[in-house]
């Protein structure tokens, strides 16, 4: 019979991500890119990609990147975790804004509208794996340019999909959610809990 997995390798630079694998009491490793790694392409949108597609290929790709990372350090076996978290428009995908005036931009289309927050997470190994996503919805009441300039000179929406952070500043201008608050933060516990139970761990 084989041995029950002590512990995952999180293949995620996100301290969110960290901080719900922590809530869920799982016990976890980084496995972050190298400089020989240029992790930002693996995010690139293929044209006229629809979001759900996109998020779940990339997923993918950083597990792929990541196991060959594992192997590549000669790393103990483990599961590894990646994910990716996209927001969504219709079929317009919201990346990490490339800078202040972008993310303004950003957050003056979305305001005053409902979009789709989409998390996939996939777990595993060089046997075997699995995925799952998570499908939410945000609204924004509309958003005046001198909040969003205030929001922006905090300097929290850079590195975040669709320019804001849930559980930062934003959330004052959240009218509502439906889905998974988690998946919006970046990892959505329940479908990760049960990714891990699949593979052996007790959560």
């Known amino acids: 019979m084989a041995s029950r997995p002590t512990f995952i390798y999180l293949a995620s630079q996100s301290p969110r991500r960290r901080q719900l ?20 392409a693996i995010e690139a949108v293929l044209p006229g990609e629809a979001p759900a597609h996109y998020v779940r290929r990339v997923t993918g790709l950083k597990l792929d990147a990541a196991l060959a990372r594992r192997e ?7 599961p590894v975790l990646c994910s990716d978290t996209t927001v969504a428009m219709g079929r317009r995908i919201y990346g990490k804004p490339a800078d202040a005036a972008d993310a303004a931009r950003m957050l003056a289309e979305l305001g005053g509208h409902t979009h789709r ?8 190994t060089a046997r075997r794996r699995a995925e799952v996503l998570s499908d939410s919805r945000v609204t924004f009441e509309p958003m005046t340019r ?12 850079m590195g975040k999909a669709g320019a804001y952070a849930i559980q930062g500043r934003a959330a004052m201008h959240v009218t509502r959610i439906v889905g998974s608050y988690s998946g919006i933060m970046g990892l959505p516990m329940h479908e990760t809990a049960q990714l891990l139970r699949e593979a052996g761990f007790v959560v």
């Open 146 to 157: 001198s909040q969003i300039a205030r929001y922006v000179a905090t300097g929290e929406p």
């Open 72 to 78: 590549r350090r000669s790393l103990p076996p483990a």
């Open 21 to 40: 694998l922590d809530q869920l009491g799982v016990a976890h490793e980084l496995l972050l890119p190298g400089h020989d790694e240029d992790a930002e």
């Open 117 to 124: 927050v989409l998390t996939a997470v996939a777990l595993g």
